[in-house]
Nanobody
């Protein structure tokens, strides 16, 4: 049984940093195309993909809204994916979710099978 558990959310002032973690227990990527990704859902908005990483190769992709400020990484031994967030802005306020899928990274949340419960990030002065 695959279970994703996020942690690390909280409240921070603009310009601050946070690191989110997501442990994917029970998930094993049997191909070179397994993907771990972070999504967020801002108030009144649809869920959007912001960063993804191929589990085997470590290749990453970012949405333009976070490029240069956020860094996704993974620890294969621990099956944990991280999202280091810096230079945070009020518009980064959202519920952040991690997700995994077996066949390739995509920004479409409907293509992901397994999801965490989400962790809230609030950026406010």
């Amino acid at each position: 049984q695959v279970q994703l558990v996020e942690s690390g959310g909280g409240s921070v002032q603009p310009g601050g940093s946070l690191r989110l973690s997501c442990e994917a227990s029970g998930w094993t990527s049997s191909s070179n195309y397994g993907c771990m990704a972070w999504f967020r859902q801002r108030p009144g908005k649809e869920r959007e993909g912001i960063a993804s990483i191929y589990y085997v190769s470590g290749n990453t992709q970012y949405d333009d809204s976070v490029k240069g400020r956020f860094t996704i990484s993974r620890d294969k031994a621990k099956k944990v994916v991280y999202l280091q967030m810096g230079a945070l802005k009020p518009e980064d306020t959202a519920m952040y979710y991690c997700a995994v899928r077996e066949w390739g990274c995509t920004v479409d949340p409907s293509h992901f099978t397994y999801w965490g419960q989400g962790t809230q990030v609030t950026v406010s002065s």
